[in-house]
């Protein structure tokens, strides 16, 4: 049986987001939950051995896409 109820996802906190078949993290705010994506403000690029690189604007990430997302703050 499928669960037919999700929790909502935590908004207005720090987050780090590994998406699936990719080697960076996104970290950031996660700012809202719309429909089937997170809103995220004030992202970072994260890869391994480089420095992070500041995402501009607004980051919207297809929820299906989410491998794994760490709570930071």
């Known amino acids: 049986m499928i669960w037919p109820f999700r929790a909502p996802y935590p908004v207005l906190r720090q987050a780090s ?3 699936k078949g990719s080697e960076v993290l996104i970290e950031g705010t996660v700012w809202a939950q719309r429909g089937g994506y997170l809103v995220l403000k004030r992202a970072r690029l994260l890869k391994r051995g480089e420095n992070p690189v500041p ?3 607004e980051v919207v990430i297809p929820i299906a896409n989410i491998e794994f997302m760490q709570l930071v703050g």
Request: hydrophobic share 50%; charged share 15%; glycine share 16%.
């Open 55 to 57: 995402m501009d604007g």
């Open 17 to 19: 987001i590994s998406l």
